[in-house]
Each structure stands twice: as structure tokens, then as C-alpha cells.
């Protein structure tokens, strides 16, 4: 009887635990956003300073020693043949300073000048969860001459993840909305602070 109770008791907090995945699963961060065909994780925040400005300010990767919560330093691998933050320029980011631990590859696949750079994410070194075919994006929208809004999204190219890859999206996309959330409000500290000096 004991045992009995014991697997039933064990059954109903599975059967609880995967309730409360399921009911949580609506409110994950991987999910439709308007104008998105694809699901994806998205952050945005209001700066002010010009869209012109945001847009530099972000193509330049020895800014993300400033703004980055997760990333100690981001090193351009081709500058000498494309300039830092345009179209097949490549860079390598580092987690820790001495450059040991996480660490990953980004390529600018395209740009529209003070509105969007699209990144393919690859050689991703360290991470627990491994996953191909990551897109990123930095999307400017202008309010007014002197304030903008900045977006950083993180999602797969479509029609190539697996199952497994969107099981692992679900599970990491809390972390990655939190770093997206950290990440932008050292933007706007960043780039309005420079701004008022």
C-alpha cells in the first residue's frame, strides 16, 4: 500500500510539473511577435539619441566591452577586408576576458543603413546547450529626430530547426530575454550618457 501511494503521489507531481510546463509555455519568451512570420524571442527599449547614432553605436564592436551583461569583449575577424558591421564582416565573442570558456562567431549577412543588421550566429564554443542555424538581428526604428527604438531578436532560420533545437529555444529563451533586457538597458545608459556629455 505504501508503494501505491508512494507512485501515486510520485505520478501527480509529474503530472503537475508538466501542467505547469504546458500552461507556461504560452507566456514563453520564443513566440509570435507582430509583423514576424517565425517565432522568436524579442527585446526592445526606447533610446534618446538619434537612430543614425543607435545604428553606428552597435556596429561597432569594441562598444559591447560597455553595454554587454554576458560578453567581456567582441574581437572583428575580417575588418581588413570588411569593415567592422557591414555585410560579411566577421567577429568573435568572448565571455571571459582571457578568452577561455564561451565563445561564438557572428557573421553580418545584411544591413539597411539605421534600420536593421541581420546576424547568423555559429561555432558556438562552451555553451551547455548547443543549437545551428541561430539568426539574430538589431532593428532601429525611428520615433523623432532625437529618439529611437532599439530591438534585438534571436531566432532560427526558418525552416531549419529541429524539434530538439525548439525544445532547447523554449528552455533558454528566459536567459536570453533577460540578457536582451540587461543588454539594452546598458545601451540606453551608454549612448544617452555619451550623448549628454
Not at 543607435?54 to 575580417?78: E, K, Q
Not at 561564438?104 to 558556438?124: A, F, G, N
Amino acid at each position: 500500500m505504501k508503494n501505491y501511494i508512494r507512485t501515486s503521489h510520485s505520478r501527480f507531481l509529474s503530472l503537475g510539473m508538466l501542467l505547469l510546463m504546458v500552461s507556461g509555455w504560452g507566456w514563453n519568451p520564443y513566440r509570435h511577435h507582430p509583423g514576424y512570420p517565425y517565432k522568436l524571442v524579442k527585446e526592445t527599449i526606447s533610446v534618446q539619441v538619434p537612430v543614425e547614432q543607435a545604428y553606428a553605436y552597435l556596429g561597432d564592436s569594441d562598444n559591447a566591452r560597455h553595454w554587454s551583461v554576458f560578453v567581456d569583449h567582441i574581437t572583428p575577424l575580417n575588418s581588413d577586408t570588411y569593415p567592422d558591421g557591414t555585410v560579411h564582416s566577421k567577429r568573435r565573442c568572448f565571455k571571459q576576458a582571457d578568452e577561455k570558456g564561451i565563445w561564438w562567431d557572428e557573421e553580418v549577412l545584411e544591413t539597411r543603413k539605421d534600420k536593421r543588421r541581420l546576424l547568423s550566429i555559429y561555432h558556438l564554443h562552451g555553451f551547455p546547450l548547443q543549437a545551428e542555424h541561430l539568426l539574430t538581428e538589431q532593428v532601429y526604428e525611428r520615433v523623432n529626430t532625437h529618439e529611437c527604438r532599439v530591438s534585438l531578436t534571436l531566432y532560427f532560420e526558418p525552416g531549419k530547426a529541429s524539434r530538439t533545437d525548439l525544445l532547447k529555444m523554449h528552455i533558454a529563451s528566459y536567459v536570453v530575454r533577460n540578457i536582451f533586457r540587461n543588454n539594452l538597458k546598458q545601451i540606453k545608459y551608454e549612448m544617452e550618457h555619451h550623448e549628454a556629455s
